[in-house]
Nanobody, 122 residues
Framework: HVQLVESGGGSVQAGGSLRLSCAASGFTYSTYCMGWFRQAPGKEREGVAYIDSLGRSSYEASVKGRFTISQDNAKNTLYLQINSLKPEDTAMYYC?????????????????WGQGTQVTVS
């Protein structure tokens, strides 16, 4: 049973940084694709960054160069370093897991979800 717990969100000023974490359990972490998604009020959930079972990362254009996804397989933990935060980055951030190791952009491709951590940029 996939369990994901996000942490690290908060309220920051524009230009600031945050590091989000996602603690994973209940599955063989190293064989999964992991992704970060976000959802702003009134908007659809959108993908942000992904990392596959081989450690290859990919990013959506809106965050490329400012966000860095990484993971520690020994700790079964996923991270998202967010720099140069903008007000439009304000959203609930979720981590998600997809079995099979290959990453896809669509949120419907992910079967495991955390409860989210709020990021607010003013």
């Amino acid at each position: 049973h996939v369990q994901l717990v996000e942490s690290g969100g908060g309220s920051v000023q524009a230009g600031g940084s945050l590091r989000l974490s996602c603690a994973a359990s209940g599955f063989t972490y190293s064989t999964y694709c992991m992704g970060w998604f976000r959802q702003a009020p009134g908007k659809e959930r959108e993908g942000v960054a992904y990392i596959d079972s081989l450690g290859r990362s990919s990013y959506e254009a809106s965050v490329k160069g400012r966000f860095t996804i990484s993971q520690d397989n020994a700790k079964n933990t996923l991270y998202l370093q967010i720099n140069s935060l903008k007000p439009e980055d304000t959203a609930m951030y979720y981590c998600a897991a997809r079995g099979g190791g290959v990453c896809y952009r669509g949120s419907y491709m992910y079967s495991g979800w955390g409860q989210g951590t709020q990021v607010t940029v003013s």
